[in-house]
C-alpha cells in the first residue's frame, strides 16, 4: 500500500501488493456513493430513527459523496475502489468497504490512513462516533487500539437540523 502523502507507509494485509490508499478524485464519488449507501444500511438500519432512515436515500448519498471528495481518501484494489475515509479537523466521520473486501486488511489501511492525517491536522487524539448498535465495527475500532470514552448523541444533520443519533464515542491517541 501507499498513500498520496508519499511518506513511505506499507500494509501487510492480503491485498498490500495490490492495494493503494490515495486522495478521492470526482470520478470516485459514485463508487463512494456506492458502498456509502450500502454500508450506512448495513450498520445503522434498525439502529437509528426512522427520520434518518428516510432522509438518507440513494440521492442523498450521491449528493454527499461528490460534496466531499476534497476531504475523503479512497482504497483500490486492482483500480477498484474497495473503501473509504472521510477526516475533517480531529474526527474520523466515516469509514466504510464494500462488502467484497472485508476481512481483506482494507479497513484497517484506511484506519491508519486516518489516524495519520488527523496527526497531521495537528491533533493529539483523532475521534469517531459509532452507533450503539453496531457491534461489528465497535469490536474493528477497539481491535484497533480505539478507546470507547461512552454515550453520546451524535447530531446527524439534515435540511430540517440535525437529528440525534445514539452513538459511543471512541478515541486514539494519534500525536508520535
Known amino acids: 500500500m501507499r498513500d498520496v502523502q508519499g511518506d513511505g507507509a506499507t500494509s ?9 490508499v490515495r ?10 456513493a456506492d458502498i456509502w449507501i450500502h454500508g450506512w444500511r448495513d450498520g445503522h438500519l434498525g439502529n437509528v430513527s426512522d427520520d434518518l432512515v428516510a432522509i438518507r436515500t440513494e440521492e442523498s448519498f450521491g ?28 474526527e474520523v466521520e466515516q469509514v466504510y468497504v464494500s462488502s467484497r473486501h472485508r476481512g481483506t486488511g482494507v479497513a484497517g489501511a484506511l484506519l491508519a490512513e486516518a489516524e495519520r492525517l488527523v496527526a497531521l491536522n495537528g491533533h493529539e487524539r483523532a ?4 452507533v450503539e448498535g453496531n457491534l461489528r465495527a465497535r469490536r474493528f475500532y ?29 478515541a486514539k491517541r494519534v500525536a508520535r
Request: proline residues 8%.
Open 142 to 170: 477497539e481491535r484497533n487500539g480505539w478507546t470507547d470514552e461512552g454515550p453520546f448523541d451524535y447530531p446527524a444533520q439534515s435540511a430540517d437540523g440535525p437529528i440525534p443519533v445514539a452513538c459511543r464515542r471512541y
Open 63 to 90: 449528493l454527499r459523496a461528490a460534496e466531499r471528495t476534497s476531504d475523503t481518501t479512497v482504497a483500490t484494489v486492482d483500480d477498484e475502489v474497495a473503501g473509504f475515509v472521510m477526516v475533517v479537523d480531529d
Open 12 to 20: 501487510t494485509g492480503p491485498y498490500s501488493e495490490r492495494m493503494l
Open 23 to 32: 486522495r478521492a478524485t470526482p470520478e470516485d464519488a459514485a463508487a463512494v
Open 127 to 130: 475521534w469517531l462516533a459509532v
